[in-house]
């Protein structure tokens, strides 16, 4: 079974920065794509980040000042995605999700898998 569990998020001040990780294991798709999205109450989740081999990806409302990056360990089919966020502002305050689709981010797909999310708050 696919397991994606986030953890790292907290509350925080503005300007401060924070780390988010998203232990992913058990899945085998050859192409992927992994992503954060991030919601609050009543508004749509919205896609901040995306990786895959052919590079990465960032909504214009988080360039410069997140960073998503991934370390993978192909033989324990193990990959631990993180989002670096720095100068955090109060708008950042969301449940942040990881997941991941058995495609090319660049190609349509639907998000296969989704993790438990992690709360940030910022103040």
């Known amino acids: 079974d696919v397991q994606l569990v986030e953890s790292g998020g907290g509350s925080v001040q503005a300007g401060g920065s924070l780390r988010l990780s998203c232990a992913a294991s058990?899945?085998?798709?050859?192409?992927?794509?992994m992503a954060w999205f991030r919601q609050t109450p009543g508004k749509e989740r919205e896609e901040v980040a995306t990786?895959?081999?052919?590079?990465?990806?960032?909504?214009?409302s988080v360039k410069g000042r997140f960073t998503i990056s991934i370390s993978k360990d192909n033989r324990a089919r193990k990959n631990i995605l993180y989002l670096q966020i720095d100068s955090l502002k109060l708008d950042d305050t969301a449940m942040y999700y990881c997941?991941?689709?058995?495609?090319?981010?660049?190609?349509?797909?639907?998000?296969?898998?989704w993790g438990q999310g992690t709360q940030v708050t910022v103040s």
């Open positions: 990786i895959d081999d052919g590079g990465k990806n960032y909504a214009d």
């Open positions: 058990g899945y085998t798709y050859n192409r992927n794509c």
């Open positions: 997941a991941v689709k058995s495609t090319y981010c660049a190609l349509f797909g639907a998000w296969n898998d």
